[in-house]
């Protein structure tokens, strides 16, 4: 799956539920999309937090030749997040550990921040699944000949997908390579005390993790 921008609960449940993730940033960085931006609460409503990028041409860059155009953005996105979420159960639990990735990110690369927080979001979690990139291995073009090979040299023998991969993907060819694919159910989470109602399932993790601070692992589910 690509990398995205600190991504909504159902984003982890997925790594945790698998026993490797791989992260496929060697294919088309797409605009206005969860690759660099993601939503969360604030008092006047969802807002979109975005990464400034820089792009060269709409079909052809990839999201790991996507880099941030302006250097201060963590301070901005920040911001938003203490005024949203300073008063929550696990703000400054968390603050210590996520703060840093925000106003000093050791990259400007949209792949290399995407993994940042999603690691550092994953050990929040208490998820140790492998993270790797798809670039470790050795894949073919094609969209699902690529994602054959990622499934075989991982030695996999299923294939987790989200689901709004039934519309493209090739389930019989993956069957053929020796690889069942299995698609996830997302429904069925439970609300838990967030600000500012009514109640909103589709927002950053960072949602999650602030309102129920340690306890967030209660609200998720392995799919």
Known sequence: MQSSYI??????????SVDEFILLDEVQFTRRDWRSRNRVKTQHGI???SLPVSTKGKYHQRIDETFVSDPTWGDHHWSTLRRSYGRTPGFREYQTMLEPLFRAPASLQL???NRSLIE???AI?????RI????????????TERLIDLCLQAGASEYLSGPAARVYLDVDALASAGVQVRFVDYAGYPEYDQPYPPFEHQVSVLDLIFCT???AVEYMKLL
């Open 7 to 16: 991504p909504w609960k159902g984003y982890f449940d997925l790594i945790r």
């Open 47 to 49: 807002k979109w937090l």
């Open 111 to 113: 792949s290399a921040i």
């Open 120 to 122: 550092a979001v994953c």
């Open 125 to 129: 979690l208490r998820i140790d699944t």
């Open 132 to 143: 790797s990139w798809s670039s470790e291995y050795a894949a073919g073009p094609g969209r």
């Open 213 to 215: 601070g340690p306890r």
